[in-house]
């Protein structure tokens, strides 16, 4: 069974930083592109970042560049977001996905996990 495991996320306020995490299932990570996207209330999924299989190539979302950094530790199995300068309006349900080609589109991918919420205050 395939497993993706979201955590990190949590209260900040504005400016503060926090990086999330996801543990992958071993069978899958490896071979994968991972994605983050994120869905504030009322509003769509949205894409926000995501790393090629060996992390030689990486993608943001015009919203989030600069601020926020992709990452994978293939020995460890994890995908990782560094969120810095964070703003009200990243608040959202942060998900990870993976992918088998890297891709900024949700049906591009093939497997999600749960999601960790992300709350900025003001």
């Known amino acids: 069974q395939v497993q993706l495991v979201e955590s990190g996320g949590g209260l900040v306020q504005a400016g503060g930083r926090l990086r999330l995490s996801c543990a992958a299932s071993a069978r899958i990570f490896k071979s994968y592109s991972m994605g983050w996207f994120r869905k504030a209330p009322g509003k769509e999924r949205e894409f926000v970042a995501s790393?090629?299989?060996?992390?030689?190539?990486?993608n943001y979302a015009d919203s989030v560049k600069g601020r926020f950094t992709i990452s994978r530790d293939n020995a460890k199995n994890t995908v990782y977001l560094q969120m810095n300068s964070l703003k009200p309006e990243d608040t959202a349900v942060y998900y990870c996905?993976?992918?088998?080609?890297?891709?900024?589109?949700?049906?591009?991918?093939?497997?999600w996990g749960q999601g960790t919420q992300v709350t900025v205050s003001s």
């Open positions: 790393i090629s299989w060996n992390g030689g190539s990486t």
């Open positions: 996905a993976a992918a088998f080609v890297e891709s900024y589109r949700p049906g591009g991918y093939d497997y």
